[in-house]
């Protein structure tokens, strides 16, 4: 037999009678399965231990992750291999903790409101793929490293350095939430999902099949920026808010990477260290994004194509083709030295103000 344990939160209100018919439902469903437990309900969260046979007990889990009254479900703890039940009399023993006076009541209801915040808070520092598969029930510290194919997105901020030296930490620290918040939006409507932020960049990657996407959100990134430039009042350093952004497709290894103290779950390989190295390019070519073959030939020709001739990476013999699209906001219309000497500017600016 196997048990888990979970915790979510409501998508909506509920009503105390929608709450009632969950453990309604539940009842009848786990009674005829073989399932037992406990549904704690309380400010807005779900806490629910579900015991039983494997099978059923997983099919159950399956239906619950798929329910739209509730979101952000994360899996506690599973055991597999329990030799007894431990709510044996409960086919699903609904308790709403917020009608209860009952005093003992109290210290589960902090503790459970502090699961729900340590949640939220763990949620937005850890990759994707570990919180899935802990929703799955997964226990990601057994994961072995994976081949996949992917589309790996680099994008870093130009002279992150001199804006750092030469700016407020408040004004720096506003630019990098400004180039992250439009990075993320662009990287994630487009289906990709970002593998690590790093310092004034970020990694993403896109799944087989989407290398179209990861050059959309690439483009997605330079006309947002363009449009946060463009709308920059004078003196406002979001008026020099440029990215360059590499692409590149292929096979990655996936997986912990570290030692027994400290994992991180990442993406290895040539497509990697490829995306990067022409992230890099964009500061010696007039393009914002660059890419390469390896995401070429898995996309329809784009109209807007536009070839940038031959690179030769570091350590590298060969010469690749490398590419980007033509559109107004995808050129690099600044030089380097220039943007080093406008973002100094602005701290003299401010000085004589
Ligand atoms: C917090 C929560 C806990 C639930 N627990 C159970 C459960 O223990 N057993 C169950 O069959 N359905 C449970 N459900 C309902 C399932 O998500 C799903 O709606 C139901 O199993 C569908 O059953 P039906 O196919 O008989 O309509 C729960 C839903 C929520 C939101």
Same mark, same amino acid.
């Given at each position: ?29 786990? $009674?005829?399965?073989?399932? $037992? ?20 007990l997983n099919r159950c ?43 003992? *009541? &109290?210290? *589960? ?22 919180? $899935? ?51 993320? &939006? ?49 003196g406002d350093p979001t ?90 906001? $995808?050129?690099?219309? *600044?030089?380097?030295?220039?943007l080093k000497r406008r ?11």
């Open positions: 037999m196997k048990r888990l344990t979970y915790i979510s939160s409501f998508s909506q209100p509920l009503t105390a009678d929608e709450v009632a018919q969950i453990g309604d439902r539940s009842v009848t469903n786990n $009674t005829r399965d073989g399932l $037992t437990g406990v549904l704690f309900c309380f400010n807005n969260v779900f806490y629910q231990i579900l015991e039983g046979p494997e099978d059923a889990y399956a239906r619950i992750l798929k329910d739209p009254r509730h979101k952000d479900i994360f899996c506690l703890e599973v055991e597999n291999d329990i030799a007894q039940r431990e709510f044996g009399d409960w086919a699903m023993k609904t308790v709403r903790l917020d009608e209860s006076g009952d005093s003992l *009541i &109290r210290p *589960i209801r902090t503790m459970l409101n502090s699961l729900a915040r340590t949640h939220y808070v763990l949620e937005r520092y850890s990759p994707h793929e570990v919180l $899935t598969g802990l929703q799955k029930g997964d226990n990601p510290l057994g994961w072995t490293l994976k081949t996949s194919e992917k589309t790996i997105l680099f994008a870093d901020l130009f002279s992150s350095t001199t804006f750092a030296e030469n700016l407020h930490s408040a004004a720096f620290e506003r630019l990098l939430s400004v180039f992250y918040e439009i990075a993320n &939006r662009s990287v994630t409507e487009n289906g990709g999902t970002i593998s690590k932020l790093t310092g004034d960049g970020l990694m993403a990657y896109f799944k087989s099949g989407d290398a179209g996407n990861a050059l959309n959100a690439a483009i997605e990134i330079c006309r947002r920026l363009d449009d946060v430039r463009k709308n920059a009042k004078e008026a020099l808010l440029y990215a360059g952004i590499g692409l590149c497709s292929g096979q990655v290894r996936e997986g912990n990477v570290g030692s027994k103290l400290k994992y991180d779950y990442t993406l290895l390989g040539d497509s990697v260290n490829s995306a990067a190295r022409l992230e890099s390019v964009t500061r010696k070519v007039d393009a914002l994004v660059v890419f390469d073959d390896s995401l070429l030939s898995r996309i329809d020709t784009p109209s807007a194509l536009r070839g940038l001739g031959l690179y030769q990476p570091k350590g590298k013999s060969e010469h690749l083709k490398i590419y980007s699209v033509n559109y107004p906001y $995808t050129r690099r219309t *600044i030089d380097l030295v220039e973002i100094v500017a602005l701290k003299s600016e401010r000085a004589v103000a």
